[in-house]
């Protein structure tokens, strides 16, 4: 596995530089600000792949904020998305809270649907969603994210939270594997 690993970080193709992704990074904090400032909201980190630019965006926002996890997992260690797992639900009351549900990518939007309804089951008062990648493709996505980091073309992607197999997470960067699209 860990052979694997090696070769598709060797040749994978870097498509934004860290500096350009803590500059998107910047970008998406500075419109939660404006937008959620005096919400007293709920972020909501969509782990695992949320980890990162949750954390990045956390340090960036300056309001009274509280933060929980969720984990609806479809794509668990392929490349393809399944059947939507619930693997961890908030602790935190969403009842009458803003909430804003933080994810790495929006890819065909099952996730962040999933993410979306259950809030919205468990009584929020308005959910905003936010991600670092818009993965552009052909089809219709069921839901659009609030806030957008990057959008990319279509290719399998690892980096800032993204993973290929489980690994690759903390890569410094967005990168496209080879031969994906
Ligand atoms: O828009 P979609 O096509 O539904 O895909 C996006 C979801 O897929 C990934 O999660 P994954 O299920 O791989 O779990 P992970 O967060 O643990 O990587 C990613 O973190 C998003 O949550
Ligand atoms: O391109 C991707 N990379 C990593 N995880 C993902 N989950 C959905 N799409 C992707």
């Known amino acids: 596995m860990l052979n694997e ?3 598709v970080q060797q040749t994978a193709l870097l498509l934004h530089s860290e500096e350009e992704v803590e500059q998107a990074i910047d970008n998406m904090a500075t419109e939660i600000n404006t937008m959620l400032g005096d919400r007293n909201p709920v972020l909501l980190c969509a782990m695992n792949g949320g980890l990162v630019t949750t954390g990045k965006l956390l ?6 904020l509280t933060v929980d996890a969720i984990n609806a ?9 399944g059947e939507i797992k619930w693997l961890l639900k908030p602790a935190t009351p969403l009842k009458d809270r803003t909430v804003l549900i ?5 890819d065909e939007g099952y996730t962040m649907e999933a993410l979306f309804e259950f809030c919205q089951q468990q009584g929020a008062s308005s959910i905003y969603t936010a991600v670092l990648i818009d993965k552009k493709l052909e089809q219709a996505k069921p839901i659009s994210a609030d806030f957008v980091g990057l959008e990319v073309e279509d290719h399998y992607l690892f980096g800032y939270g993204m993973d290929y197999k489980g690994y690759l997470r903390n890569a410094a960067g967005i990168y496209a594997c080879k031969e994906s699209s």
């Open 5 to 7: 690993i090696k070769q």
């Open 59 to 64: 340090t960036r926002l300056n309001f009274p």
């Open 73 to 81: 997992s479809r794509y668990r260690d392929e490349i393809r998305g």
């Open 102 to 106: 933080v994810d790495d990518i929006l």
